[in-house]
């Protein structure tokens, strides 16, 4: 079993930035893949970003240049930088983990807030 927890969300205005972090524990020696999720009401949860456990990682179009995933192995944490922040980036953001570098994600956390207003 892997705990995720989120945190780092909150109220930006356009433009401005957040990081977010995810922090790990359980049986995080498992953990693969990483990545981070973002659902608005009525929308389904897609992918904004994920990294492997040899750190190639991949991002929405809509985030690419703007957004960065990163990982403290030592720290067990997994981060979410977000630069440029729009209002079209307001959702809740999940951390998401898995025990191959493929395939669908078996660990969720409970999701972190983040709003941009314009």
């Known amino acids: 079993q892997v705990q995720l927890v989120e945190s780092g969300g909150g109220l930006v205005q356009a433009g401005g930035s957040l990081r977010l972090s995810c922090a790990a524990s359980g049986d995080i020696i498992c953990i693969s893949a990483m990545g981070w999720y973002r659902q608005t009401p009525g929308k389904e949860r897609e992918l904004v970003a994920d990294?492997?456990?040899?750190?190639?990682?991949n991002y929405a179009d809509s985030v690419k240049g703007r957004f960065t995933i990163s990982r403290d192995k030592a720290k067990n944490t997994l981060y979410l930088q977000m630069n440029s922040l729009k209002p079209e980036d307001t959702a809740v953001y999940y951390c998401?983990?898995?025990?191959?570098?493929?395939?669908?994600?078996?660990?969720w956390g409970q999701g972190t807030q983040v709003t941009v207003s314009s």
């Open positions: 990294i492997t456990s040899l750190g190639s990682t």
């Open positions: 998401a983990a898995r025990f191959r570098d493929y395939g669908p994600y078996d660990y």
